[in-house]
């Protein structure tokens, strides 16, 4: 998904608009995250961007994107640009720790 959002709406009040963006983007990712996984895939993972635009767009953090966009309608934006980009994701394997204290020692 890479989309720039607009913040103005000539029947829908600000709020509800920023309500209805962010329902969009729950159920967009909702969606990525139904699509079957590649074989050797755990999870899946995201890539996201926010940012006034496309070029002034930064990195940001899946559980970050609602609080980006609360802080976009706090800043009186005319618009934003969200770019949200699906990837397969592979947890790391923890070695198999042993435990520190031995039964046997007193």
């Keep these: 998904m890479k989309k720039t959002f607009k913040m103005s709406h000539p029947k829908i009040k600000l709020p509800r608009l920023v309500e209805a963006y962010k329902y969009e983007v729950k159920k967009y ?7 079957q996984l590649p074989p050797d895939a755990d999870y899946w993972d ?5 940012g006034a635009d496309a070029t002034s767009s930064e990195s940001i953090h899946v559980t970050a994107i609602n609080k980006a ?3 976009a309608e706090e800043q009186q934006l005319e618009s934003f640009y969200l770019e ?3 990837k397969p994701g592979y947890r790391n394997k923890s070695p198999d720790s042993e435990p520190d204290l031995d039964p046997e020692d007193p």
Aim: charged share 40%.
């Design 29 to 35: 990712l909702k969606r990525e995250r139904g699509k």
């Design 46 to 50: 995201f890539d996201c961007r926010f």
């Design 84 to 86: 949200i980009l699906a």
């Design 69 to 71: 966009i609360s802080s």
